[in-house]
């Protein structure tokens, strides 16, 4: 059963362009969503959230957009750099104190 | 200030045998949650730790076992090694009074198993 799907397994963009990381989730229960990154040898970081009463948040160079009636979110990140390249986890949750569940990640590589 | 901190950071073992992998917890923390990332996946939950007791618990067959000290730190045993648990295990602490969407998991580097 998988609740969350990130259909592009990678995605190559050049350095100053934008990146656009994709969400599709099934469990219309979800009532947040969180964006994490990870790095080769170390645990995933909390990057951006948004709250299922929203449809945008935005942190300097990062926006995660929602839209409930598609299931979907995207992260868009706005120039990207070198530094991004990563692997970027979507993670929706349920409730008060529920576990976190995680898509299988999209590998996001930023060409200089 | 102390992030999460998992030991050891490599292991290996032989098909049969049984691990302990151990996590402390960021500082003012008062939940472990334990992962599994196998390759090009993301991080499966195993189970999750408050107040020393198993809140929640993901869909990993009873091999998998845990415990949470006094001092929030956690233990994650796994017996009956198979070649299949070959994983990232990571450990993730969180604050649970805070709000979940605002606080989110902080995750440590990870304990690589490999079971031959």
């Known amino acids: 059963d998988q609740q969350v799907k990130q259909n592009s397994p990678s995605l190559s963009v050049q350095e100053g362009r934008i990146s656009i990381l994709n969400c599709d989730y099934t469990?219309?229960?979800?009532?947040?969503f969180l964006w994490y990154k990870k790095y080769p040898a170390e645990g995933p970081t909390f990057l951006i959230s948004?709250?299922?009463?929203?449809d945008k948040n935005e942190d300097g160079r990062f926006t995660v957009f929602l839209n409930k009636s598609a299931k979907h979110l995207s992260l868009h990140i706005v120039p990207s750099q070198p530094g991004d390249s990563a692997v970027y986890f979507c993670?929706?949750?349920?409730?008060?104190?529920?576990?976190?569940?995680f898509g299988p990640g999209t590998r996001l590589s930023v060409l200089p | 200030d102390a992030g999460v901190t998992q030991s050891p950071t490599h292991l290996i073992k032989t098909r049969g045998q049984q691990v302990t992998l151990r996590c402390s917890p960021k500082?003012?923390?008062?939940?472990v949650s334990w992962y599994q990332q196998a390759l090009g996946q993301g991080p499966q939950f195993i189970f999750q730790?408050?107040?020393?007791?198993?809140?929640q618990r993901g869909n990993f067959p009873d091999r998998f076992s845990g415990h949470q000290f006094p001092n929030y730190s956690s233990e994650l045993n796994v017996n009956a090694l198979l070649l299949g648990d070959s994983a990232l295990y990571l450990c993730?602490?969180?604050?649970?009074?805070?709000?979940?969407?605002?606080?989110?998991?902080?995750f440590g580097n990870g304990t690589r198993l490999t079971v031959t």
């Open positions: 993730a602490s969180s604050l649970l009074g805070a709000t979940q969407g605002n606080s989110p998991l902080h």
């Open positions: 469990n219309s229960m979800f009532d947040y």
């Open positions: 948004i709250s299922s009463i929203k």
């Open positions: 993670a929706p949750l349920r409730g008060y104190g529920q576990n976190f569940v």
């Open positions: 500082s003012g923390h008062d939940t």
């Open positions: 730790y408050y107040e020393e007791e198993e809140r």
